[in-house]
């Protein structure tokens, strides 16, 4: 069962590199670079993300140095 305390943490930040099999490098709006993929409602509507581009990232409380890519803000 989950507790309250296993919610992912929701933040913004920006791409700043793509890296190979769907993985980005993502600076936050703290200043902070984090690893992070696409979920998979992304990968399923063959949402693209590029350099640049405002991301919402969920990371994990137990690793915050990885993260996944949940929604792509227009611009």
Do not use: C, Q, W
């Amino acid at each position: 069962m989950a507790n309250a305390d296993d919610k992912a943490i929701e933040v913004t930040g920006t791409v700043i590199k793509v890296l190979p099999a769907t993985m980005y490098l993502v600076r936050l709006e703290n200043g902070h670079e984090i690893l992070a993929h696409i979920s998979g409602k992304m990968r399923k509507f063959f949402i693209k993300i590029a350099i640049g581009d405002r991301v919402t990232i969920e990371i994990s409380p137990y690793d915050l140095t990885k993260g996944r890519i949940t929604y792509r803000h227009k611009v």
